[in-house]
């Protein structure tokens, strides 16, 4: 979790349904023209993105920011291929961990800090759809104690 987590503008809840959290990481994002305008308003969908590290670089992919309505001509395309900001150690552990079985790296927040827009990608392996019921039984559950200790209570 990064540290003084600025203004929330996207967040990826499927994310925790779909996939174990291993590691978390905060990058930059590299953005042309009016992208920044169209986050600034919360036009910006990360639902179906994802990260990957080709010639040293991360990229992120499918990641979906709405064109500027007052935008001319050079308005951007709204789901290019962005290029995030990492140190070298973070992208060679990165790539490191992507080429292993099972691993992906998604989104989780993008979010504004200081006027900048950074996203936060996680490692993360995919579930299978019996730990997905479990997960939901676990859930459940919780909330079925959580009433019953609030009925208690009255």
């Given at each position: 979790?990064?540290?003084?987590?600025?203004?929330?503008?996207?967040?990826?809840?499927?994310?925790?349904?779909?996939?174990?959290?291993?590691?978390?990481?905060?990058?930059?994002?590299?953005?042309?023209?009016?992208?920044?305008?169209?986050?600034?308003?919360?036009?910006?969908?990360?639902?179906?993105?994802?990260?990957?590290?080709?010639?040293?670089?991360?990229?992120?992919?499918?990641?979906?920011?709405?064109?500027?309505?007052?935008?001319?001509?050079?308005?951007?395309?709204?789901?290019?291929?962005?290029?995030?900001?990492?140190?070298?150690?973070?992208?060679?552990?990165?790539?490191?961990?992507?080429?292993?079985?099972?691993?992906?790296?998604?989104?989780?927040?993008?979010?504004?800090?200081?006027?900048?827009?950074?996203?936060?990608?996680?490692?993360?392996?995919?579930?299978?759809?019996?730990?997905?019921?479990?997960?939901?039984?676990?859930?459940?559950?919780?909330?079925?104690?959580?009433?019953?200790?609030?009925e208690r209570?009255r």
């Amino acid at each position: 979790m990064p540290k003084g987590l600025g203004k929330l503008i996207a967040q990826n809840k499927k994310a925790f349904h779909d996939y174990f959290i291993e590691d978390t990481y905060e990058a930059g994002l590299v953005l042309v023209g009016t992208e920044i305008k169209s986050i600034r308003l919360g036009k910006v969908s990360i639902n179906d993105a994802y990260a990957h590290i080709e010639h040293n670089q991360a990229y992120i992919y499918n990641m979906h920011i709405t064109q500027y309505d007052f935008g001319t001509k050079s308005n951007h395309e709204p789901t290019r291929t962005r290029k995030l900001l990492l140190h070298k150690k973070e992208i060679a552990r990165l790539y490191g961990l992507q080429q292993q079985q099972g691993y992906s790296l998604i989104p989780l927040k993008l979010f504004l800090r200081d006027g900048y827009a950074k996203i936060e990608i996680a490692v993360a392996k995919g579930k299978k759809q019996y730990d997905k019921r479990e997960d939901l039984k676990i859930k459940e559950s919780n909330r079925n104690i959580e009433r019953a200790l609030k009925e208690r209570n009255r």
